[in-house]
């Protein structure tokens, strides 16, 4: 706490879009919204996490101290920097040092096996890891897997101990090497098309796929989004996404960008929030939609149990509109919206806002509309020769704009693939989603399904969502999943379903009734019962996982998650 220091009301703090607050140069880089909160609110709550709070200058000093030691002691320049920590003030405190020192940040999840995570770091090119306490255990582990010298910085830990004895090729920073005199308001010129982070998605051959996200990239997000919610110095921000999920930069940056409060969901609140959402009041709630099936299969979503909420967004998956109901009923002083938009697309890129009279009527196969593009961003629909479908028709949905990156990290072959012209549209360069969709008189876009998810039964062209549309009424639960299977190369003999229900499930009459809707070639063969269905670490459907079960238990008509 610094004695005297006034906390400015919000009219003290100039627009976003004045020129004051832009500093020496034209460009606004993504650490300038944290560093002038800091400025106008030094000592409002920037951070909340173990329960233990974070003012804006506390948390600015410990990404000073980190960004200092990445300037002084990498063993050469390079853009990106890697982050080893989990819901920790250092893992917050790391991507600030790291932005705040002119590099892009590239997180790494605990979560994840060894070996993934020394690809991801191996292809980054990273030569600095900042790694936080709760990493001790994983540490060893990766530095014995990579094969250039490091500079380890340890922010928290007083002592390396035996890791410099253990690993002698790298370096490593405790923290009481690191220097308490890095002026945190000094920040290198950033380049608009610079690299602020660095995320790894599946690759089709196996190998982690990087998305890179520029500077220029993310501030046009995050300037839309705070302008579109009206955010606040006095909202209170969820934090449910790991950092490897491109959603977790909302929380952050969205956040910080008008000096509000981030409150880190713990892990063991993640999938049940209830309580914590309740106890600090949170205003700003994002997260996956299946948080709402767990939520109301454990009777923990009751009408108008999150009255604090103002504003409820959800990404990453299919929206369902029975979850959009029961949400907007557990929250009724809140806006409910959809957002939609791939990691190459930068966080979201499309927003849908339920309205409890219109919406059931506008959802498409029982899932709330993708909805309308933001402003100053583009979209095309296409067929298979990436010619623009008429209107009505569907087709793969092309985006393009400022949110767009322009390639994948090191994969010229990929970025050719996915990012490309067509052929009425002149130079731009659109990037193929992979998602099928079609477009109402009014432009409101809708969700059809996975163009991979997309295959032929018996020669017909199959949507797997559709199939659960009709799953999702025959078995009275959102937790359905069709499965084709087996399936090769777009074809698949049948399909497979799995539900999750508290209550016993006969498959007899749910077969029927698939039997009454359904053409026989898209009707399940078996029903396969899960006490939960499996979730990924970003908390979405595991579909592979469900693959996987199907290899290994072929015979049995029941299968265990």
């Avoid at 993504?30 to 030094?42: C, R, V």
Wanted: glycine fraction near 6%.
């Amino acid at each position: 706490m610094v004695p005297n220091e006034r906390i400015l009301q919000l009219t003290d703090r100039p627009a976003a879009g004045d020129e004051s607050m832009k500093g020496s140069t034209l460009f606004r880089s993504l650490i300038d919204g944290f560093a002038e909160s800091a400025k106008y609110f030094p000592l409002r709550p920037a951070l909340v996490v173990d329960g233990q709070s974070f003012s804006y200058l506390t948390l600015q000093r410990m990404a000073g101290r980190i960004g200092s030691a990445i300037l002084q002691y990498e063993h050469e320049p390079f853009p990106l920097v890697a982050v080893l920590a989990h819901r920790s003030a250092t893992a917050y405190a790391s991507i600030l040092g790291i932005l705040a020192a002119g590099r892009g940040y590239v997180p790494l999840n605990l979560k994840f096996p060894i070996e993934r995570t020394r690809s991801m770091l191996s292809l980054s090119g990273c030569t600095v890891l900042v790694a936080g306490k709760e990493s001790m255990e994983q540490l060893p582990k990766l530095l014995a897997t990579v094969n250039r010298p490091l500079t380890v910085i340890l922010p928290d830990t007083s002592e390396a101990n035996a890791l410099p004895a253990d690993f002698p090729r790298h370096r490593f920073m405790a923290s009481t090497d690191i220097s308490t005199g890095y002026d945190f308001s000094f920040q290198p010129e950033v380049d608009p098309a610079a690299i602020a982070y660095l995320l790894f998605t599946s690759g089709s051959t196996g190998q982690p796929k990087g998305v890179p996200i520029s500077q220029a990239n993310v501030l046009s997000y995050v300037q839309y989004v705070c302008d579109r919610y009206d955010v606040n110095e006095g909202d209170s921000f969820s934090q449910e996404f790991d950092l490897t999920f491109d959603l977790s930069v909302h929380d952050m940056f969205v956040c910080w960008e008008r000096g509000a409060c981030l409150y880190c969901v713990p892990d063991r609140s993640v999938m049940a929030p209830t309580k914590f959402i309740r106890e600090h009041q949170l205003t700003m709630w994002f997260s996956v939609p299946s948080v709402i099936g767990l939520l109301a299969k454990m009777r923990l979503l009751s009408p108008d149990c999150f009255p604090s909420l103002r504003c409820s967004l959800f990404c990453g998956e299919p929206f369902s509109a029975t979850y959009a109901r029961l949400w907007q009923q557990a929250a009724p002083n809140s806006i409910v919206e959809n957002l939609y938009g791939p990691t190459e697309t930068t966080i979201a890129i499309s927003h849908y806002r339920w309205d409890k009279v219109r919406s059931p009527a506008e959802c498409l196969n029982g899932i709330v509309p993708l909805g309308w593009i933001f402003e100053r961003q583009r979209w095309s629909i296409v067929d298979a020769e990436r010619n623009i479908v008429s209107a009505g028709g569907q087709g793969e949905l092309c985006l393009a704009g400022s949110q767009v990156t322009s390639g994948y990290w090191d994969n010229p072959q990929r970025t050719q693939e996915q990012f490309v012209r067509l052929p009425s549209k002149g130079e731009t360069v659109w990037y193929r989603t992979g998602d099928l969709v079609k477009e109402d008189p009014n432009g409101c876009l809708y969700y059809l399904g996975r163009m991979d998810h997309q295959v032929k039964i018996r020669g017909y062209r199959v949507e797997l969502q559709e199939i659960e549309a009709v799953l999702r009424r025959a078995c009275g639960t959102e937790q359905v999943v069709a499965v084709a299977w087996p399936a090769k190369n777009g074809s698949a003999d049948g399909v497979v379903a799995f539900v999750s229900s508290v209550r016993a499930l006969d498959p007899d009459p749910v077969l029927a009734y698939c039997g009454q809707v359904l053409p026989d070639y898209m009707v399940p063969r078996k029903i396969y019962r899960l006490d939960e269905i499996p979730l990924n670490t970003n908390g979405k459907i595991d579909r592979p996982r469900l693959v996987n079960l199907l290899e290994q238990t072929q015979n049995e008509t029941t299968i265990r998650g």
